[in-house]
């Protein structure tokens, strides 16, 4: 097979979670422009509806879902829409992610639960639904978790997100749990790690703290509008095949320094 072939994902359907901007629309554009039928999930239809024009105008077919996945309830609903619209999905990338600052000694319950109920429960209850419903029957699947450097080492003092690291801290390692029992089903899990892009969650600490991030990455930048593409293609394709349980931190070097 060509290496063309291998990282070609024509035919394919991919489902992205927290699609309709930030990292998971430049996901959702890399997967499309490889030939992929992108479905995206968010909360907000205005930026979904948004979304799906912008990927439309790059040549995409993608279709919008609305959901909260906060709520575990909702999964069912939302894999039997995509399911409806594109027949299948090969490809699940969950994105979806939310966080809440506050000292530990401080830090509210409710900040807590916001945290887990998206970014872990919300992420494990969908791959198990995908799975169960599209990847084990079919016996192939592809499913890329964003978890966060942040899951790889504690925190800088001014940052003081106890539940986001711990739950990114969890989503790398239940990468490496449903990678090993997935495997004998075809099924291929693996993490992405991003550092410090300007996203919306994190432009407001980035507005503090960019000067002092940046000089302690080796590459001396911050993410940008394309760096998470070809690592989200090559987890998504052929390319990837004989790669599971791993993850790839995209972050300019700043966890190893």
């Known amino acids: ?15 992205v979670t927290g699609g309709s901007r930030g990292l998971g629309l430049q996901m959702a554009e890399a997967l499309g422009e490889m ?26 077919e993608a279709a919008a879902f609305p959901a909260d996945l906060g709520k575990a309830e909702i999964v069912p609903g939302l894999v039997d829409a995509v399911l409806a619209r594109f027949g299948t999905v090969d490809v699940l990338v969950n994105n ?16 807590w639960h916001k945290v887990m109920n998206l970014n872990l429960h919300g992420t494990f209850f969908l ?23 942040a899951g790889l080492f504690g925190n800088p003092p001014e940052m003081q997100t106890v539940a986001y690291n711990t739950s990114k801290g969890a989503l790398v390692n239940m990468t490496r749990a449903l990678a090993a029992e997935w495997g004998p089903h075809g099924i291929n899990v693996n993490a992405i790690c991003p550092g410090f892009f300007p996203s919306k969650m994190a432009k407001g600490l980035l507005a ?14 911050l993410g940008n509008d394309e760096d998470l593409k070809g690592t989200v293609v090559f987890l998504a394709s052929d390319a990837s095949r004989h790669v599971t349980g791993q993850y790839v931190a995209v972050d300019g070097g700043a966890c190893i320094s």
């Open 1 to 15: 097979m060509s290496v063309k072939k291998l990282f070609d994902l024509g035919g394919k359907v991919a489902l």
């Open 35 to 60: 030939g992929a039928r992108v479905a995206i999930t968010a909360r907000k239809q205005g930026e979904l509806d948004e979304a799906v024009a912008h990927l439309a105008a790059l040549g995409i």
């Open 208 to 221: 503090q703290i960019e000067g002092a991030v940046v000089a302690r990455t080796p590459l001396r930048r």
């Open 96 to 111: 979806a992610g939310t966080t809440w600052g506050a000292p530990a000694e401080d830090y509210p319950a409710e900040g």
């Open 127 to 149: 791959t198990q639904a995908v799975a169960k419903r599209c990847m084990i029957p079919r016996r192939s699947g592809k499913v890329v978790i964003v978890a966060s450097v």
